[in-house]
């Protein structure tokens, strides 16, 4: 049973005292000063709003709002190679853990020019709490190298990469890489191939590798598929009925965004636009999903570019009316200055931190629901896990297997959401920051301190 509210709250602040303090002390210059340096809105300083909102609903005292705000650990490397043309190259990569109270830390890897530690850190946070949401046995990490993948060469990409297979700071126990922004299974394969050529066979140091390498089967279209299962659970609260007839826009049609279009598509829903870093495609009577797919991925052409479309600016995707609008991209992309522009009756984030605090505040002032991203994009994580329970039976699952067991967490974690949303009467945001809050203090208060 869990407890919550004034009286664990007070129970809490008498055990955490002197890890707060201790905690405090040592924060010191080094953290602060980053924080400082920092520009207002920044994206963890958006993370930690939204949890900010949850904690003050179940009354945590001052100083265990700190302790579960802090990572456990932050770390910054630079990474040299030696590139093709004779050249030394020097790359910033971070890698932050955020919290291990309910099993080893989780969390991807990406590749992006614009990557930072705020970034790293603001992701490391929503891990922990989304695989709390999705119950299951990980805590929260992420990496981040600063570097286009798209200006290396596949040998200069493969040096960098095994340069990560950091030990004691990763491991099969402790921390747990997968794929994310411009990383995929080629890179947990090496990643897997260097750490093993140490500690000896690891297939589950990581997930998110190729199914003929220890991956698991659905792991590829699983952060999707959890989508379409949060759309239809959510559709289903709200009594507007099922998937089929429903209108959706879909902003980003990559791996995430591709895949929920496509079943979507299969339930009967009508996508009527989606967009990708260099163009939008709208048709008000649906898009044809497999073909629009075909015309991108195995044809290699713009997605502005499908004749069976109405080509419009990227810019005004937020814009299409629909009944649910799917932000599947980056994070920041609805704020105070466009929330007011959305033409939907719910937002439902498959992205990560695609909403700011300010554009949230705007979607409730006109009633859109937002069903956060802790929750939509949980299926990857879930399906992680289960890759990760498979490599250490030495046993493989068939797909239908995967799948149903996705359906059943994402079904369950969307139950426990709901409910707290109707008992509490707090937006399904708040709600869900309050079940992982609950979830991951529960865990560390009955492990202890010492």
Same mark, same amino acid.
């Given at each position: 049973?869990?407890?919550? /509210?004034?009286? =664990?709250?007070?129970?809490?602040?008498?055990?955490?005292?002197?890890?707060?303090?201790?905690?405090?002390?040592?924060?010191?210059?080094?953290?602060?000063?980053?924080?400082?340096?920092?520009?207002?809105?920044?994206?963890?300083?958006?993370?930690?709003?939204?949890?900010?909102?949850?904690?003050?609903?179940?009354?945590?005292?001052?100083?265990l709002?700190?302790?579960?705000?802090?990572?456990?650990?932050?770390?910054?490397?630079?990474?040299?190679?030696?590139?093709? $043309?004779?050249?030394?190259?020097?790359?910033?990569?971070?890698?932050?853990?955020?919290? $291990?109270s309910?099993?080893?830390?989780? /969390?991807?890897?990406?590749?992006?020019?614009?990557?930072?530690?705020?970034?790293?850190?603001?992701?490391?946070?929503?891990? %922990?709490?989304?695989?709390?949401v999705?119950?299951?046995?990980?805590?929260?990490?992420?990496? /981040?190298?600063?570097?286009?993948?798209?200006?290396?060469?596949?040998?200069?990409?493969?040096?960098? !990469?095994?340069?990560?297979?950091?030990?004691?700071?990763?491991? +099969?126990?402790?921390?747990?890489?997968?794929?994310?922004?411009?990383?995929?299974?080629?890179?947990?394969?090496?990643?897997?191939?260097?750490? !093993?050529?140490?500690?000896?066979?690891?297939?589950?140091?990581?997930?998110?590798?190729?199914?003929?390498?220890?991956?698991?089967?659905?792991?590829?279209?699983?952060?999707g598929?959890?989508?379409? =299962?949060?759309?239809?659970?959510?559709?289903?609260?709200?009594?507007?009925?099922?998937?089929?007839?429903? %209108?959706?826009?879909?902003q980003?049609?990559?791996?995430?965004?591709?895949?929920?279009?496509?079943?979507?598509?299969?339930?009967?829903?009508?996508?009527?636009?989606?967009?990708?870093?260099?163009?939008?495609?709208?048709?008000?009577?649906?898009?044809?999903?497999?073909?629009?797919?075909?015309?991108?991925?195995?044809?290699?052409?713009?997605?502005?570019? =499908?004749?069976?479309?109405?080509?419009?600016?990227?810019?005004?995707?937020?814009?299409?009316?629909?009944?649910?609008?799917?932000?599947?991209?980056?994070?920041?992309v609805?704020?105070?200055?466009?929330a007011?522009?959305?033409?939907?009756?719910?937002?439902?984030?498959?992205?990560?931190?695609?909403? %700011?605090?300010?554009?949230?505040?705007?979607?409730?002032?006109?009633?859109?629901?937002?069903?956060?991203?802790?929750? +939509? $994009?949980?299926?990857?994580?879930?399906?992680s896990?289960?890759?990760?329970v498979?490599?250490?039976?030495?046993?493989?699952?068939?797909?239908?297997?995967?799948?149903?067991?996705?359906? !059943?967490?994402?079904?369950?974690? =969307?139950?426990a959401?709901?409910?707290?949303?109707?008992?509490?009467?707090?937006?399904?945001?708040?709600?869900?920051?309050?079940?992982?809050?609950?979830?991951? !203090?529960?865990?560390?208060?009955?492990? /202890?301190?010492?």
């Open positions: 049973m869990l407890v919550s /509210g004034k009286a =664990f709250s007070s129970a809490l602040g008498h055990l955490l005292a002197p890890a707060a303090v201790a905690l405090g002390q040592g924060l010191g210059s080094a953290q602060s000063g980053l924080l400082q340096r920092r520009f207002k809105g920044s994206h963890s300083e958006n993370t930690n709003k939204f949890i900010t909102d949850a904690l003050q609903h179940l009354e945590y005292p001052e100083r709002q700190k302790l579960l705000l802090t990572p456990e650990r932050e770390v910054s490397v630079e990474l040299a190679i030696l590139k093709d $043309n004779g050249e030394v190259e020097v790359f910033s990569a971070y890698r932050v853990q955020h919290d $291990n309910r099993g080893p830390y989780k /969390g991807g890897l990406r590749y992006h020019p614009q990557v930072d530690i705020d970034d790293v850190r603001s992701l490391a946070s929503l891990m %922990t709490w989304k695989t709390a999705m119950d299951i046995p990980f805590g929260g990490a992420k990496g /981040g190298v600063t570097v286009d993948p798209k200006k290396l060469s596949e040998r200069e990409l493969e040096i960098l !990469t095994r340069k990560l297979a950091l030990r004691p700071i990763l491991g +099969t126990y402790e921390d747990v890489p997968a794929p994310d922004m411009n990383t995929g299974a080629r890179e947990m394969a090496w990643i897997f191939d260097e750490y !093993t050529k140490f500690a000896g066979f690891s297939p589950g140091i990581v997930t998110g590798k190729p199914v003929w390498l220890h991956g698991s089967l659905g792991r590829e279209a699983a952060t598929r959890g989508t379409v =299962f949060a759309i239809r659970e959510l559709l289903k609260a709200l009594k507007w009925g099922e998937i089929a007839g429903k %209108t959706f826009v879909i980003g049609f990559g791996n995430v965004g591709s895949w929920a279009a496509q079943i979507l598509h299969e339930q009967g829903g009508r996508v009527v636009a989606v967009s990708d870093v260099n163009g939008a495609i709208a048709d008000p009577e649906g898009l044809d999903v497999p073909e629009l797919r075909r015309h991108v991925d195995e044809y290699g052409h713009s997605l502005a570019s =499908f004749p069976d479309g109405e080509s419009i600016p990227k810019e005004d995707i937020l814009k299409v009316p629909c009944d649910v609008l799917i932000p599947a991209a980056i994070g920041g609805i704020d105070e200055d466009n007011g522009d959305l033409q939907c009756k719910a937002v439902v984030e498959a992205a990560n931190g695609p909403t %700011t605090p300010a554009g949230d505040e705007v979607l409730r002032q006109r009633g859109i629901i937002a069903l956060p991203d802790i929750y +939509t $994009n949980g299926g990857g994580v879930t399906v896990f289960f890759e990760w498979q490599n250490l039976q030495n046993f493989k699952w068939s797909e239908d297997e995967v799948n149903e067991k996705l359906d !059943t967490v994402m079904t369950d974690a =969307f139950k959401i709901w409910d707290i949303h109707e008992q509490d009467g707090l937006p399904l945001r708040t709600a869900a920051f309050v079940k992982a809050l609950q979830r991951v !203090t529960r865990a560390r208060i009955h492990r /202890g301190f010492d």
